[in-house]
Structure formats: C-alpha cells, structure tokens
T-cell receptor, first 114, second 113 residues
Framework: DAGVIQSPRHEVTEMGQEVTLRCKLI?????LFWYRQTMMRGLELLIY????????DSGMPEDRFSAKMPNASFSTLKIQPSEPRDSAVYFC????????????FGEGSRLTVL | DQQVKQNSPSLSVQEGRISILNCDYT??????FLWYKKYPAEGPTFLIS?????DKNEDGRFTVFLNKSAKHLSLHIVPSQPGDSAVYFC????????????FGTGTRLKVLA
C-alpha cells in the first residue's frame, strides 16, 4: 500500500519548458513532502505541507520552482522554466493521521531536461 | 549545512557477514530517527526506526543503535543477504513546530554472494 501516487514516472523535456509533477494521496494521509534525489545531496527536502498549508519552502532552490496543495489529496510541483541542472528524481512523501512516524514515499518522477 | 550525514557513500560486505551503516547528525531537536532502503527505480521504503528516548531497536536481522551523546546512529544487518543490496538512507525528524524529515546522502550497500 503505497498511499502516494506520482505522475508522470518519467519526463523528458527541453530546457525552458514548463514541467509539472503531480502527487496524489490516498485518504488518511496528512502532511506532504517533496524531495529531490541527486548524487551529491541525496534526498533533499524542497517543501512540505501540513493540512494543505505550506510550512517550510526553504529548500526550494529558486523562484523557478513552485508547489501547491489545493486539497488534502493532491499536490503539484512546477518548474518554469526548466534547466538541465533540474534533472533528478523527484519524490513525494506523506505521513498518516495515525502518526506512526513513518514517511511513505511514492515511486518518484524521473525528470530529464535536455 | 548538512544536518544528517552519511560519510560512507558505499560499502561492500560478504554474504552472511554483518553490515554496519553509519549516520551522524548535528541537531539536538531531532526526536525520531529512521532508516530507509531504496532499490533502483523505486521509492524509498521504511526499514526500521528508533525514538530518541531509546538506544536500541531490533527487528529481525536489522538493529538500529542510537548514541545521543555522540549524535550517532548506526544500522546493523546480520546476517547480510544479497537481497539487502540497495541504497540506505538515514533520516531524522525535527520536532521544531511541525514534523520535518531530513535525510542523509545515502550509502550504497553491496552484499557479495
């Protein structure tokens, strides 16, 4: 039971294009986190929401990055305009109302910017 | 600044032996520590955790040790199996305000048959 569904799984785009990554939460999840995985930094926290409200976006690398959570089960991470250095795997993760302490991850969206 | 550090990018261990993965942290506000395992093309999956009020937690072949005075965490896998080959991430949960999870850079474990 992943509880977190990400799309697209793979995205290849050209520099300058807008990219939108999506995350859907199965019911029972509350906080939502966006991470980026790179070789140099491992899993880097970009932004997180609690009850749909952005709590900390200090990890967002630049103004080109934005994230929204319009309702309790859906979030988007947008990059506009995209650059080759944004190429990475982006993960969405969440906690549950049971507060077991675990973070549940989606399978990730692999972004390649040419 | 990297609040959670995994200083060994990779580790190779013979099947049947013990694997020890290490993690250091700098923030005393962390209340909960977790280990995640990641296979290629998959999301990280939860492996084992420990509360800051404990110093050891065991689950089958996996044991996590916490040394608060040294701000050090370790994961022991014994005996190691080829299926344990993966990237392991250490994570810490911050208690300042709402919960925030900080991850290390990961250690790639290879268990040799």
């Amino acid at each position: 039971d992943a509880g977190v569904i990400q799309s697209p799984r793979h995205e290849v785009t050209e520099m300058g294009q807008e990219v939108t990554l999506r995350c859907k939460l199965i019911s029972g999840h509350n906080s939502l986190f966006w991470y980026r995985q790179t070789m140099m930094r491992g899993l880097e926290l970009l932004i997180y929401f609690n009850n749909n409200v952005p709590i900390d976006d200090s990890g967002m690398p630049e103004d080109r990055f934005s994230a929204k959570m319009p309702n309790a089960s859906f979030s988007t991470l947008k990059i506009q305009p995209s650059e080759p250095r944004d190429s990475a795997v982006y993960f969405c993760a969440s906690t549950t109302y049971l507060n077991t302490g675990e973070l549940f991850f989606g399978e990730g969206s692999r972004l390649t910017v040419l | 600044d990297q609040q959670v550090k995994q200083n060994s990018p990779s580790l190779s261990v013979q099947e049947g032996r013990i694997s020890i993965l290490n993690c250091d942290y700098t923030n005393s506000m962390f209340d909960y520590f977790l280990w995640y395992k990641k296979y290629p093309a998959e999301g990280p999956t939860f492996l084992i955790s420990i509360s800051s009020i404990k110093d050891k937690n065991e689950d089958g072949r996996f044991t996590v040790f916490l040394n608060k005075s040294a701000k050090h965490l370790s994961l022991h896998i014994v005996p190691s199996q080829p299926g344990d080959s993966a990237v392991y991430f250490c994570a810490a949960r911050s208690t300042s305000g709402t919960y925030k999870y900080i991850f290390g850079t990961g250690t790639r474990l290879k268990v040799l048959a």
